[in-house]
């Protein structure tokens, strides 16, 4: 039996009733992080440099002089965000050109209120993956079991989580990669609206698909960092008219479209699972299809491949060979899609967009399960469910990508397990903008409060 | 301009049935020549019933 993991909310309480400080978190972190060492969570962690930002939330908590309510609470970074502390190598030999000593938007938020940054966590190479077994520090391994995979692209931030080393950690979302290995682990992850929360400092894999969001213990936890997320920042013009996280409640009784059909088959002890999270909730459930699943995919991928080797043209170009071979067979085959096509590809987005928005019968959220089986083992290479067998890789982003290409709000949660132990989550998606309407009604579903 | 004679035969075929996938999903769904591309994205900006 794996103990209650200790969420972010319980450590920034323990700091105001003064049952613990902040070094005594980053102290327990630490050790944590080395007891689970064979999990391969992390890309970079320095000790000091983690007890030093403990020390100094500990002097501003004695002085009266807190940033922010979770001042001295340790929280992980994905490995393509920028941190002025840590290099950002994106998990390749392909190493990024950044400016050292630079802040992501979202790490910088995090800073400013205190926050004590708990190194760097193993991520799939550039995010261009979701399985997280393609990493030049090599692949992260399942909390829960470590022969299994997290899922990616950022699994090494839900390892940590799930481990119980931190309360919370920063992931990106360009096909699920915040969703698909919280799913796997058995935490929360949170992808906001497309152009609400910053993108600035986090390596691109996709411009118009990435979001970056939290991977957290608990909802509460998403909860207390979405302030830290959504808002405007004039670093990263997609935010242009992005409102700040303002608490919102959801209707008493949510419309939920449960979406199945072609293109969206699960295995079975998913689908009872989801079945029953959602049969046990006061909400109006209805399943619904969604039509011409292989195109829209194809959409998703096409603009996935195209804007990704254009971020990696010169790099591809003068150091192709630095890529792990399959990101490299990625990124030249996005050099061939044809602007033709690649406008096509905008064309059936927008039309992907207005039907979920429009065509579809009223709802609050759309709910499926988060993967389609529970967390592959390591170096199995197909997933076979609901008469389907694909791609491991294919099955981890198999529900995720449609939250991306229409750019909604999504979260997935734990609501069940496998007969093994291993974890299984529910996807909501949210209508644009409505992140705050989301997180509130996915708490009508989540088991832990 | 990285080339092709560098890439495996691995990667070839990786390419290859990469972009038939796309191609072959794209094709499969006609779009009209008016209609225009997600090329402002703002997802709400669909949030409206067309006339």
């Known amino acids: ?449 | 301009m990285s080339k092709s004679e560098q890439l495996t035969e691995d990667q070839k075929q990786r390419i290859k049935a990469t972009l038939a996938r796309i191609r072959g999903g794209l094709s499969a769904l006609a779009a009209a020549p008016s209609e225009e591309p997600a090329h402002i994205y703002k997802p709400e900006n669909f949030d409206a019933r067309k006339t």
Not at chain 1, 367 to 390: I, K, Y
């Open chain 1, 1 to 449: 039996m794996r103990e209650k993991l200790e969420t972010l909310s319980e450590q920034v309480r323990a700091l105001e009733n003064g049952t613990c400080t902040a070094i005594d978190l980053a102290k327990r972190a630490l050790e944590k992080a080395e007891a689970h060492k064979a999990l391969n969570a992390f890309a970079a962690l320095d000790a000091d440099t983690v007890m030093k930002e403990a020390i100094a939330s500990d002097k501003r908590r004695c002085k009266g002089e807190l940033l922010g309510p979770i001042d001295g609470v340790p929280i992980a970074v994905k490995d393509n965000y920028l941190t002025r502390d840590y290099p950002t190598t994106a998990c390749s030999n392909a190493k990024p050109t950044v400016r050292e000593g630079v802040d992501a938007t979202v790490v910088a938020n995090l800073r400013a209120a205190g926050v004590v940054i708990f190194g760097k966590t193993n991520m799939h190479e550039w995010a261009f993956g979701a399985t997280n077994s393609t990493s030049s520090i090599g692949a992260t391994r399942n909390p829960h079991n470590p022969d299994h995979i997290t899922g990616g692209s950022s699994g090494g931030s839900a390892a940590a989580v799930a481990a119980g080393i931190v309360g919370a950690a920063l992931g990106s979302d360009t096909g699920g990669s915040v969703r698909i290995p919280s799913s796997a682990c058995g935490v929360y992850g949170f992808k906001p609206t497309y152009g609400r929360a910053s993108r600035h400092g986090v390596l691109p894999l996709s411009w118009s698909l990435d979001a970056p969001g939290p991977i957290a213990a608990s909802l509460e936890d998403i909860a207390l960092l979405l302030p830290y997320f959504l808002g405007a920042d004039a670093k990263d013009s997609s935010t242009a008219s992005a409102t700040r996280f303002v608490p919102e409640v959801g209707p008493d009784k949510p419309r939920v479209l449960h979406l199945t059909g072609a293109g969206l088959e699960r295995a079975d002890v998913v689908d009872e699972a989801v079945r029953n999270a959602l049969a046990g909730s006061a909400a109006d459930v209805d399943d619904s299809e969604l039509p011409n699943m292989r195109s829209y995919f194809a959409a998703w991928e096409a603009i996935l491949h195209v804007e990704a080797s254009s971020y990696h043209d010169t790099l591809l170009s003068s150091a192709g060979n630095a890529f792990t071979s399959v990101t490299r067979a990625h990124l030249e085959a996005g050099k061939q899609i044809t602007a033709q096509e690649a406008l096509h590809a905008q064309k059936l987005r927008g039309r992907f967009i207005d039907h979920l928005l429009n065509n579809l019968s009223d709802w609050d959220v759309l709910a499926l399960p988060t993967l389609p089986v529970p967390a592959p083992r390591h170096g199995v290479d197909r997933q076979s469910f609901g008469g389907r067998d694909v791609t491991t890789q294919d099955s981890m982003t198999w529900f995720c990508w449609p939250g991306n290409l229409a750019g909604l709000p999504c979260i997935s949660l734990p609501v069940g397990a496998s007969t093994n132990g291993l974890p299984i989550g529910m996807m909501l998606m949210g209508k644009p903008g409505k992140d705050e309407i989301l997180l509130d009604i996915a708490r009508r579903f989540d088991k832990r409060q």
